[in-house]
């Protein structure tokens, strides 16, 4: 993505350069599609999200729109939203191409099946490069055959030269007198070859590193939250429950990854704003919009198939939480301590869908701990946030309900509900069901500064802008942390072993 605006005019082209295009310059034009190959993004249907992100009502008319033509549809979309160019993920390699072209004398017209709207905004966005501008209006679709008509009408058959990206394009190509591949799937450069010879392939880098990426990996392992239950029971050494337990986790990631793409999806247009999210696989055009669609659709199958051969109540269970992060997605991120408590609950959620998973009771005291103990995390990741936001002269988080003036109070609160969940640990040890768990209970007392030192160190390296992730992120990659995490587990295990 060009985050600083269009690419623009270089000096003139030396002699040679010049001679070497001249037999362009104001005979044959170029056209250029712009979906998948002026950006590496699809327009349209960043407008379907942004659609249903913000107008979800008039979302649930975009059928009776579609049965009336795509035309008909792009027109009614394009009503209600704005695709800002400005923060569409350009093809650095394509534009610095179309620039070339330009400079030598070519001829440039934009010619896209986008509503007409959005393609006068991405030209005048890049003043200066295009001739003309053809994009869907009240009329046909223009997308294959409907834009090869439309182009053969207004420059005559085989009198143009035609860049674009995918299988619709293959007509296109087939009359053009050039034909320009861009970033091609495998299956289109094949039929791109089996009608014409490509003049020129701008070839598509490999997409196993962004779909890894877009599955946010790493974020799986707050999912072992669902093994917490089966821990606390002492049940390691049963092998059914372990394996119910390992297929609770994967089939939890695996939905958890399925919402990370949706909210990916939706947050496009928030993160291309981000210095560090905007590299995001979405964000920045490396994975299309369809094709997390699809990944986000095939997921779920996949979780609530592994989930069928858990007991119901987990399958409950992960279909609140898949209601509940989807409903965060859309709206409740964007109110003011709802998100947090949500977090908070998103979290507590995963330990009762573990021990539903594994059939063991669970206790009062550890979902009090959770929620405490999540709702400071929850708070902590605000407040680094805000500072952020603070640091870069602004006032509110965009899409959220915080404001900077709110700093002094997050910073109480947040702590606090940290120290109330230690108050809540502390409680659970004088309990007769601890005393029947371990061998020597006391040694548990040995838990509490650590978790005391842990959650004010959190706090303490927010207030310095030391800390940029999610806590959870934060702590997988903080060897403090890590140290802090064995030490809790070297004294439940003495507390334990008898």
Known sequence: MIADGAVQLDPALSEADASVLSAERGSVPLCVDLDGTLIATDSFWEALLLLAKHHSLDALRAPAWAAAGLGRLKEQVARRVRVDPALLPYRKDVLEFLWEQKRAGRRIVLATAS?????????????????????????????????????????????????????????????????????????????????????????????????LKALRPHQWVKNFLLLIPLILAHQLGNHAKVLAGMSAFVSFSFCASAIYIINDLLDLESDRRHPSKRRRPFASGALSVATGLMMSGGLLLASFGIAASLPMRFIEMLLVYLILTTAYSFWLKRKMLVDVILLATLYTQRIIAGAFAVSVPLTMWLLAFSMFFFLSLAFAKRYSELLQVEDAGGEQIKGRGYRVSDLGIIESVGPASGYLSVLVFCNYLNTELVKGLYARPALLWGVAPLLLYWITRVWFLARRREMHDDPIVFAIRDKMSWGVGACVGLVVIAAWVR
Request: glycine share 10%.
């Open 115 to 211: 509503h007409q709207s959005v393609a006068d905004a991405v030209a005048a966005y890049h003043a200066g490069l295009f001739d003309e501008v053809i994009g869907t209006g009240d009329g046909p679709n223009l997308k294959g055959r409907n834009k090869l008509a439309e182009l053969e009408r207004r420059f005559g058959t085989g009198n143009f030269d035609y860049m674009g990206d995918s299988a619709a394009d293959v007509c296109l190509w087939r009359a053009a007198r050039r034909a320009y591949v861009v970033y091609p799937e495998n299956s289109a450069l094949r039929q791109a070859k089996a009608v014409c010879t490509p003049y020129q392939v701008f070839p598509r880098p490999g997409r196993a590193k962004p779909l």
